[in-house]
């Protein structure tokens, strides 16, 4: 048969499970829905999904295989994915310390705005993450089953792991921007970006030491 369609409940199953586990994604997507609002979250969103797609096209044309099996352009990815989200935090950490320091001089008036593309944001935090480039060369070939066209079998598969991740980050940048109104306390931003900023050093910890 053209297609396998046996292993999808299973599929299903265990990519629901991958999609509400909280990673970068996660963080990054909530930090800029509640601090720049909607727009700015899908932006961020349309980025992260951008990458997504590249990394899963990659997979499926086999490239992905021949990337990975270098361990030095494997480990440039990696350390660039650990920079970049280092970058990330610091830039949180740099916001915090300017807040702070305006606001014991009492000239802060508003929060510094976020002046980074959300849109490149996003394409970039998970653009340089070699996790998900990892995760489709090892999570989609275990569900091809019996399918006569394996790479058609991939395509369904990285195409719906996808709209199931875009339909559960699309929930959170919706929810996050309808109540960011109410988490405008500064107190709730600030724990906010300090649990956003120890996220992210600690998520690019684990990519250099995987």
Known sequence: MLLDLTPMPTFLLASMVVVLTPGVDVFLLLRTSLNSGRRAGLFALAGIHTASIIQVAVVISGLGALITST?????????????YLVYLAATIIRGLWLTRRESAAGTLTTAPADSANPYLRGLFSNLTNPKMLLFSLAFLPQFVGAAAQPALQLVLLGVVFLVLAAIWELTIVLGAAKIATRLQHPRVAKSLDVVSAAAFLTISVGLVAG
């Open 71 to 83: 361990p030095a352009v494997l480990s440039v990815l990696k350390w660039i994915g650990a920079a």
